[in-house]
């Protein structure tokens, strides 16, 4: 009787140890089913919140434009009237308006059209009136398909008229698309009666896919009113329920600014998908734990007399699963309470031996809680534990090298005899999950920071879609918004800037990888001069290595430009007279002889001018009244010739003159004498006048010669010529030449 009382005392303590964890378990999985609508509920909030504050951020970017914009028509002082509305058109066009309108404080005024509105009985005007910016949804015949964003334009604290601007709902409803739930999350937002105006099914629906009729006749009348109703109950608090009568999973948030309610809907099916599948992976758990108990004492049974060695075994192969999870397993009495079992990987993650563990934290599940975490994620639990709710926390421990290590804790309460229950969990490590996460929002923050500065213009294009976007600054400094990288945007470019612009956007869709480009043009600054600009991109590529994405900036250059141009004109310009010094005249006289031809009759003619007795004038009257009468001479030799004709000083009283244009030689000899006779100045002090003449020296091209060197050589010679036979006369090198022992004058 004990051989037979001993193997079946232990077949049924090893059926009661197996089937306990499989009850355990169905229990569990049991529990878990139940609270999934819960899941959903819970995902389905946080993606009703995300598509709140899509909306918000979307309506509100627009919200920003519009404000942009009415402060710099406030600035320049623009009204209602019908030229003053057609003027500034393209700006709201610009901005992707659809529709928008100007009135006065009686409500009269012009649309984009330069047609004439009244709208002293809007309702959206009226509350415009009070100085805030007011955003509704009505307007036009197709008022849910349109946004109206209504401006105050305040002028010496006054509000002058008001601005009505209408976008098109296609970008907004874009943004409220989600491929939350399987693509499968309807997003709607409901005025303050609970009517919807703006719709975003899932990409590649339409609400007729969850409502039949909905073209036809909108919402049905029962969602209707059950979402009146839930709207009512939750008041300006967000909600989440199922309603069986609806078959949908609803979640609704608040748009507190406009005073809107966000929905998201989620057909039951999708639920119930989520609980056939749990059904699935419990009772597969539940089958293999029973397969694995059934070969188990199975074993047992068979091996009897080697029980302890084979029960060695056993645990081993328990700790071993236990050891295959990537996460801890952790036991414990309540939130607050002690430590049932600890998997070794829990204390591997951290770095601890368990002497190390139990020193730092003793037996306290709540130890291990970073301090400043501690006291929320106890209230947390506590209260998805009181709703019967899976545990669902994030928290950071101290890891054994000291650093702060995040946590992602799953579990379940599990009820055990007398109402006593302990707590069952999952722990994985997400500290590289968060790490990625803060990076991301530090890079957005830092981004948005950099558009927002006062001082900058940047810009970005995407590549692929032609999505443009720039910085505040771009406004104010050209007073409208343009695409620099597009040939067919309104560029206020300067006209001879063209080809170098054209140069500068083929070179940055050809560039390779953040290859800086740069070009400097001029555009047309909102004060309507042109100024000068350093336009500067680079692209970022895909993995093939095709440009995707630009991002540049613009830098005003225009002092730069002026700066250099001052002293690109002081390298080249005599500082007495303003004229072209010695060696810019010699410069620009050889360039024009290399690109020009004069056959003959037809020559051009090179003056060579200098003064009769000026030094005379410094000796008797000083070198300042020297340096007067130069600048006087200097005056008449510019009016003699024309602003095309190369003129210079090439010496102390010495200058030259080199007409571009072709005359015959009677014109030439005209303009020579008249020359003379009007270079004629006075200097004098109180006792005596002297009077400062001049002589002149001609050489004509081709005649006598084709290049600077021997036009100046021979002019110089007919004006020492000149200054022989009396000085204040003109002498032709070809006549001085063919004469020599005369030395003839031009009379």
């Not at 006792?687 to 290049?707: E, I, Q």
Request: hydrophobic share 40%.
């Amino acid at each position: 009787m004990p051989e037979i009382s001993k193997p079946l005392i232990s077949f049924v303590i090893l059926i009661l140890l197996f089937l306990t964890p499989i009850f355990f378990i169905h229990d569990y999985a049991t529990d878990t089913t139940s609270n999934l609508s819960n899941s959903t509920l819970t995902r389905l909030a946080e993606v009703n919140t995300r598509a709140s504050n899509n909306f918000y951020q979307t309506v509100r970017a627009s919200m920003m434009e519009m404000n942009g914009l009415t402060k710099y028509l406030a600035q320049n002082n623009s009204g209602a009237s019908r030229e003053e509305v057609l003027a500034v058109a393209p700006l709201f066009y610009a901005h992707g308006v659809r529709r928008f309108s100007i009135v006065d404080g009686w409500g009269k005024g012009h649309d984009g059209s330069g047609a004439q509105v009244d709208l002293s009985r809007n309702a959206v005007f009226l509350q415009t009136l009070e100085g805030k910016t007011q955003v509704d949804t009505e307007g036009g015949t197709d008022r849910q398909r349109l946004l109206i964003v209504a401006n105050p334009m305040v002028v010496q604290n006054r509000v002058k008229a008001v601005i009505i601007s209408e976008f098109p709902a296609e970008g907004i409803e874009t943004n409220l698309e989600t491929w939350a739930f399987g693509s499968n999350t309807y997003n709607l937002v409901l005025n303050a009666q609970g009517d919807p105006i703006f719709v975003a099914p899932p990409p590649g629906k339409s609400m007729e896919n969850l409502f039949p009729s909905f073209a036809s006749q909108g919402l049905p009348a029962a969602v209707t009113d059950r979402l009146r109703q839930a709207l009512s109950d939750s008041q300006q608090s967000p909600a989440s329920f199922f309603d069986s009568t609806m078959g949908l999973f609803v979640a609704t948030s608040p748009i507190d600014r406009f005073g809107w309610r966000m929905v998201s809907l989620v057909p039951q099916g999708v639920g119930n998908a989520a609980v056939s599948k749990q059904t699935l992976i419990t009772n597969e758990l539940v089958w293999r734990l029973a397969i694995l108990a059934g070969i188990i004492i199975t074993f047992v049974l068979l091996l009897e007399r080697n029980s302890s060695r084979k029960l060695r075994r056993q645990q081993e192969d328990y700790r071993t699963i236990i050891a295959s999870i990537s996460g801890g397993v952790l036991k414990f009495f309540s939130p607050d309470g002690t430590f049932l079992f600890i998997s070794p990987n829990y204390k591997k993650m951290l770095g601890f031996t368990d002497a190390e563990f139990e020193k730092a934290y003793g037996n306290s599940f709540a130890a291990t809680i970073y301090e400043q975490d501690r006291d929320s994620v106890l209230r947390t639990m506590r209260r998805q534990i009181k709703n019967d709710q899976p545990i669902n926390v994030e928290y950071r421990t101290r890891a054994k090298s000291g650093a702060l290590v995040w946590l992602y804790h799953k579990g379940a309460e599990v009820k055990i005899e007398h109402g006593r229950s302990y707590i069952q969990s999952i722990v994985f490590d997400i500290t590289n999950n968060k790490e990625a996460a803060l990076s991301k929002r530090i890079s957005d923050e830092r981004h948005q920071f950099i558009l927002e500065q006062h001082d900058i213009n940047i810009f970005e294009q995407n590549l692929a879609s032609g999505y443009f976007s720039c910085s505040p600054q771009w406004l104010h400094t050209f007073g409208s918004v343009f695409n620099i990288l597009e040939t067919d945007t309104a560029i206020p470019l300067f006209p001879d800037d063209r080809e170098r612009l054209l140069a500068f956007q083929k070179e940055v869709r050809l560039a390779p990888h953040q290859h800086k480009c740069t070009a400097e043009i001029r555009l047309r600054a909102a004060e309507g001069e042109y100024r000068w600009f350093r336009v500067e991109a680079s692209c970022i590529a895909n993995t093939q290595g095709t440009p995707i994405y630009a991002i540049g900036i613009i830098t005003d250059i225009d002092q730069q430009k002026a700066l250099e141009l001052q002293l690109r004109t002081q390298a080249t310009r005599d500082s007495g007279t303003g004229m072209r010094n010695k060696m810019s005249t010699e410069k620009a006289v050889s360039q024009f002889l290399e690109m020009h031809e004069s056959p003959l009759p037809q020559m051009y003619a090179m003056f060579m001018i200098d003064f009769d007795n000026f030094k005379g004038i410094n000796d008797r009257f000083g070198h300042a009244m020297g340096d007067k009468a130069i600048f006087d001479m200097a005056q008449i030799i510019r009016r003699n010739f024309r602003g095309v004709d190369i003129v210079g000083r090439v010496g102390g009283d010495e200058f030259l003159v080199f007409c571009t244009e072709k005359m015959s030689l009677h014109s030439i000899r005209e303009r020579a004498l008249t020359l003379v006779e009007q270079l004629r100045t006075e200097c004098c002090d109180q006792n005596s006048c002297l009077t400062l003449t001049a002589s002149v020296g001609v050489a004509c091209c081709p005649r006598d010669g084709k290049t600077y060197v021997e036009l100046f050589n021979k002019a110089d010679k007919a004006t020492y010529a000149a200054k022989k036979m009396g000085r204040n006369r003109c002498v032709f090198y070809r006549e001085m030449s063919d004469s020599p022992s005369k030395d003839s004058p031009v009379q």
